[in-house]
């Protein structure tokens, strides 16, 4: 559901990260808007309770350059990862043009992280998008901790097709550029088709 200002020549698309509770979708934003220069981002909004967990959604809007003239405005949005705020989820997911994924490397959280993959499928579906045909990206994160799984057996379970992978520790910045510029790029090679 890109939309394209041809007067103000502007595309503007929506990447929703998704991914279970406290696996670092919050994170992953929040390392983007200190990282990029204050021209290029507006205000981050974070909806949130008083314990920082996302409470219906956070938001930033962002700029990576232009395309053939068109400047291209990416909206970022995370969904909240409790199980309880399925009715958000879903909401959030209306008029998407890419999907991050967010897993959390830890092994006690392998069981979320395929329960919420789930989920995502299940409410893509109810607003008519197929995971496997929309951009998309798996981003394992939290590489950090002491008890992860190993990368293999992660993808073994998570991963569907041929969608691009990245190993991230957000809470520090790494891979979360890679893993924004890798789903913006399908995001854009879409448009273009269209
Ligand atoms: N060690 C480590 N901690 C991380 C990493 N990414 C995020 N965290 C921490 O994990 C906790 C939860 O991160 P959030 O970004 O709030 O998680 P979330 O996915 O937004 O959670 P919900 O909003 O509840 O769905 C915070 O304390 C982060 O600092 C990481 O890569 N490594
Ligand atoms: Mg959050």
Not at 21 to 35: F, H, M, P, R, V
Not at 108 to 120: F, G, K, Q, T
Not at 124 to 139: E, F, H, M, R, T
């Amino acid at each position: 559901m890109t939309f394209i200002n041809y007067a103000s020549r502007e595309i503007n698309c929506k990447i929703v990260y998704y991914g279970p509770g406290l696996c670092g979708k919050t994170t992953n934003l929040q390392y983007i808007y200190d990282a990029t220069a204050p021209t290029a981002k507006g205000k981050l909004i974070s909806l949130a309770t008083e314990t920082d967990r996302t409470l219906f959604f956070d938001f930033m809007p962002l700029e990576l350059g232009t395309v053939r003239g068109f400047k291209t405005r990416f909206h970022l949005y995370t969904v909240p990862g409790q199980v309880f705020y399925d009715a958000s989820r879903k909401l959030i997911l209306k008029g998407v043009d890419g999907v991050v994924f967010v897993a959390d490397s830890q092994e006690e959280r392998m069981d979320a992280n395929v329960e919420s993959l789930y989920n995502l499928e299940e409410n893509l579906s109810a607003n008519g998008y197929d995971l496997s045909k929309i951009p998309y990206v798996l981003q394992l994160n939290k590489r950090d901790l002491p008890n992860v799984l190993p990368v293999d057996e992660m993808l073994a379970e998570l991963k569907r097709n041929g969608e691009p992978t990245h190993e991230a520790v957000a809470s520090n910045g790494a891979g979360v550029f890679d893993t924004l510029k890798s789903v913006a790029k399908q995001v854009l090679t879409e448009l273009r088709k269209s």
